[in-house]
């Protein structure tokens, strides 16, 4: 075999564990929260049949799925997302027990251009509730996703909400029509943050063929702020008689209700300008974003798509979930340096003075783990002085060891990397310092 | 679009919340452990350029890669294994610190005919070090591997140890020469437990063309027992005067030094029989059984790789690494009724008595989440015999919920559903009750 040149497909990434260790901290801390409001895991394969993916996205969906034939000739492509599996997976397994509440974290492929911040694999943490259609769904998601943000330690972020049906109501008063050419405006409007009004405008024009005065009437009803639930009862003009949008605002005003009610209200905010790209959504709809850093993008979206099971179904299943971005949330915490690098999971590292006492370090090293504290043992005896410097440079504080003197009187040396003070105590006040330091012993 | 049917491919299936919530929770203490000895999290692309994994795996893994055409026209293939990226990760990042210790938990695909127990996706839980020759590194890997094993619960395993060097020397005395000829004879040795000593005979006598002498001294080697290290270096005669043969046993005798100092002599034995299916292999190799399930196979196994690196790089790098086949335990403790399905994952369940009342349950919820309680709220209001079910049904113990009279005291009424008891106690004592219920509450 011929010498192959290590390297990784274009839009794809390595994350290495520097960069791994903060990523997987938080999504233990995401998990906790999921969990906490009874959010059950569910795994799905990374591969389905082409047709369950097919048709759900849009046409430039289909484009981006990878899709191929598999060993057995069969027509198969990999996820694009992880709502569509699931609605897949409800339709499958009809004993499921409803309201039928799961998160999933997996990744998904999309194959898209790549560039900055956009990668044709990219992690997803979904919460859903299938099988619920009233509001307090759409609430329990939007706090489940509040929550996480709150203990992620993400700063100043506040979550957009709309309806879909109040666009619908606007899109009836302002006179488009046809289901493809509803959705082509609504995925111009998506642009709004990245190409700002002039740019949605043109396309509006351009592409879609609406003309001046819809276009006034459309920005004049999208930029209208709305203050809490009493706001949105009072949108009716906006909609003109449309029965559509009356339903919308009748749901988005339930909805605040509720959030209100527990205390979410401040990280909430209505904004009638947000439309969401995917085709499937049917009424709240859902994104959020970090004050000062709205270049980024959302943070967390989603909304409710209560017609998707259908295209598995004779009958409709409600639903309702959000998606949070764990990656974009990781650089975003790495460039506000709220996260940091460190290359050892650790609590200390145990150097070994000599060959002869490298047994010995194994099994103090080991009485230290069953103590509750983390050990990451040297494999290599002697030259302290690399030993030390690999442990500083893994981001450790403590480095704890064991000469002949400490050997003959069973105690452990351990070194504060922090302050250069090095005491020589026993095991229980090595697990009592480094327990009792912050950080758990990390640098 | 006409409507789908919902289902799985052959080969793949989906973990429902039941199934899933174990699987998580053993999925967490193998992490835990695997961090408490310094391992740290790798993340690498499902997909690689097709060329970094040809040729690793013999010419059967090639035929079994999910390979395909890319959109825009790349041969590239879903991974096969994880030890393969790991070491296309190595050769791209030259600036890692060496030893370079980490685990990667992630599933892989092989689009093997399925059957009992084999599927066509599944999780990979490894443990690497990279970058260091000596057995001590072997060790670890054995340690960290039994210690996962320990704080799983899985009841008396045993891991298999030898040294393909071992094998080699053995082969130099039976006279198989030719590199493919010998990885032939060992991936027919490998099928030992599947297939007995007569199947293996047959074969080697059918496939490999070994004579009865050869095969007569090969078992007679392969089933010796071997006490410990000071069994190993009593070996010198089953290699002969190899040369590989010889560091074999060297090899192998330091490992078993390491391990038995370290208090685990007792979960390891020497098994000349094993032989491993992978052609990349060079040193120490291993397999861990179940008593009285052997039939499940080896629930993890790995080896050491020290010529790899070399199909990437100039120089060769040394590795070791153990791969624990989480699935397969995860069926296997299942089986044991040692771990069992539930469908909730918070603590408690929180009935909602009336619309009234709703939203003060979702701040009361929230107060109890605060206090580190999960809690399901119900969606629906009123009707609770029907949410008392359904928190039945989901595994639940208790269920708090709030009537108009509780209301007005400001107490909830908490109800364990496994005694019938039902209390009506303010927040703290339902926190305090629950946390002090064995397993927290899950019924």
Known sequence: MAQVEARVLKGFRDYLPEADIPRQAMLRKVVAVFESFGFGPLTTPALEY?????????????????????NGGRDVALRYDLTVPLARVVAQHRSLDMPFRRYQVAPVWR???????????????????????????DAECMMVGLEVLGALGVPGFVMRVNNRKILDGLL??????????????????????????????????????????????????????????????????????????????????????????????????????????LDYYTGTIYETFVRDREGF?????????????????????????????????????????????????????????????YGAMVRWAGALRRAGVGVETSLVAGRLGKQFRLAEKKGYRFVVLQGPDER??????????????????????????VRSAPDGGHG
């Open 408 to 433: 003959a009187a069973d105690k452990l040396a351990l070194k504060d990397l922090q302050s250069g003070e090095q005491v020589t105590v026993d095991l229980e006040e090595v697990v009592r310092r």
């Open 297 to 357: 993008g959302s943070v967390m979206s989603g909304g409710r798509y209560d017609t998707l099971l259908a295209m598995f179904l004779r009958e409709s299943i409600p639903a309702v979930g959000i998606s949070l971005g764990i990656d974009r949330l990781v650089s975003l915490l790495v460039d506000l340096g709220l996260v940091g690098g460190r290359a050892g999971t650790a609590d200390v590292f145990a150097a070994a003075f000599d060959d002869e006492g």
């Open 50 to 70: 082409a047709d369950i993916l097919l048709g759900k996205y849009g046409e430039e969906g289909d484009q981006l799925l990878y899709r191929f034939a598999d």
């Open 172 to 277: 009836d008063r302002v006179g488009v029509e046809g289901r493809e050419r509803r959705h082509a405006v609504l995925r111009v409007m998506d642009k709004l943050p990245k190409i700002g009004r002039a740019g949605v405008e043109a396309e509006l024009s351009d592409e879609v063929g609406l003309d001046a005065e819809a276009r006034s009437l459309l920005f004049e009803v999208l930029g209208r702020p709305v203050a809490g639930s009493a706001g949105v009862r009072a949108l009716d003009d906006a909609v003109g008689g449309s029965e559509a949008g009356r339903l919308g605002i009748t749901e988005l005003a339930e909805l605040l209700d509720i959030v209100e009610a527990a205390g979410y209200g401040d990280r909430v905010e209505v904004d009638l300008s947000i439309a969401r790209g």
């Open 111 to 137: 194959a898209e251009k790549p560039g900055r911040g956009r990668f044709r694999e990219f992690l997803q943490c979904d919460v859903d509730i299938v099988g619920e259609a009233s509001a307090r769904a």
